[in-house]
Nanobody
Framework: QVQLVESGGGLVQAGGSLRLSCAAS????????MAWYRQAPGKQRELVAV???????NYADSAKGRFTISRDNAKNTVYLQMNSLKPEDTAVYYC??????????WGQGTQVTVSS
């Protein structure tokens, strides 16, 4: 079994920054990619950013230029640096791991609240 534990969420004013972390542990098969998703109240969960095992990244349009995803392969940890935060970034942020068998794992989520 694989466990994903997110941390780093909280309350921040608009224009501020937060750094989310997600540590993977357990019976981890070879990782294909790790990603961050978010879900705002009343909305569907959406992809924010993804990073593959070889370092390729992709971002939602809303995250481009403000968020940076990075990864420490030795620690099986993925980070999301979020700058210039806006109230519309308020959501529960979820960590996601996909292994090379195409199994998908989710973290419990961490709340990010941006006040105006």
């Amino acid at each position: 079994q694989v466990q994903l534990v997110e941390s780093g969420g909280g309350l921040v004013q608009a224009g501020g920054s937060l750094r989310l972390s997600c540590a993977a542990s357990g019976s981890i098969f070879s990782i294909n990619a790790m990603a961050w998703y978010r879900q705002a109240p009343g909305k569907q969960r959406e992809l924010v950013a993804v990073i593959t095992n070889w370092g390729s990244t992709n971002y939602a349009d809303s995250a481009k230029g403000r968020f940076t995803i990075s990864r420490d392969n030795a620690k099986n940890t993925v980070y999301l640096q979020m700058n210039s935060l806006k109230p519309e970034d308020t959501a529960v942020y979820y960590c996601n791991l996909r292994d090379r068998r195409d199994y998908v794992y989710w973290g419990q989520g961490t709340q990010v609240t941006v006040s105006s």
